[in-house]
């Protein structure tokens, strides 16, 4: 069974910082994705990343503040929140595909599975 299990969220203060790990079992993934789904708004593309780590993307909001990883020997994704902000208040979904692109898409339909999701909570 193919899972994908996030973790990390929480409530923070603005200024601070989160680090979101996503594990996966069952099977492995050559692009990862971090989607971001605030109250009221459709789920937006935060940073994706490819299996050797050469291409990643990120969501002009989050450049500079935030930083997604994996490691491919733990089956592990992680995304690096810093200098948190009250409008990156959201639940946050790790998704993941079995393609490799030579553009790593930011389309949530692109991406065949996904987690159940972590809240993160910026306070001012």
């Known amino acids: 069974q193919v899972q994908l299990v996030e973790s990390g969220g929480g409530l923070v203060q603005a200024g601070g910082s989160l680090r979101l790990s996503c594990a996966a079992s069952?099977?492995?993934?050559?692009?990862y994705a971090w989607f971001q789904e605030a109250p009221g708004k459709e789920r937006e593309f935060v940073a994706a990343?490819?299996?050797?780590?050469?291409?990643?993307l990120y969501a002009d909001s989050v450049k500079g503040r935030l930083t997604i990883s994996r490691d491919n020997a733990k089956n592990t994704m992680y995304l690096e929140m810093n200098t948190l902000k009250p409008e990156d208040t959201a639940v946050y979904y790790c998704?993941?595909?079995?393609?490799?692109?030579?553009?790593?898409?930011?389309?949530?339909?692109?991406?065949?599975?996904w987690g159940q999701g972590t809240q993160v909570t910026v306070s001012p």
């Open positions: 069952g099977r492995t993934f050559e692009t």
């Open positions: 990343i490819s299996r050797s780590g050469g291409l990643v």
């Open positions: 998704a993941a595909s079995p393609f490799s692109y030579s553009v790593i898409p930011r389309t949530p339909s692109r991406y065949n599975y």
